[in-house]
């Protein structure tokens, strides 16, 4: 075993790094589920506008 324990100090040191680079998320509950719901209520604008969108170029294609 001629490397001692140096694995052992590479391994550490890498789980510093890697746990630093690992941020997490910094919001609490409510405010995690009002950011949810925020993200939510765009989503839906963004499907409504695209159906609205469908069913306008489905009328006009039908039209011509």
């Known amino acids: 075993?001629?490397?001692?324990?140096?694995r052992d100090k590479a391994r550490e040191k890498n789980?510093?790094?890697l746990a630093?680079?690992?941020g997490g998320n910094q919001m609490g509950g409510n405010e995690m589920?009002?950011?949810k719901?925020?993200?939510a209520a765009?989503?839906?604008q963004k499907q409504a506008a695209a159906a609205?969108?469908?069913a306008?170029?489905?009328a006009g294609g039908a039209k011509k």
Do not use: S, T
Not at 1 to 6: E, K, L, P, T, V
């Open 20 to 22: 630093a680079k690992k």
């Open 42 to 44: 765009i989503m839906q």
């Open 1 to 6: 075993m001629a490397r001692g324990n140096q």
């Open 33 to 35: 589920q009002r950011e």
């Open 37 to 39: 719901e925020r993200v």
């Open 52 to 54: 609205e969108k469908k």
């Open 56 to 58: 306008a170029e489905a």
């Open 15 to 17: 789980q510093k790094e």
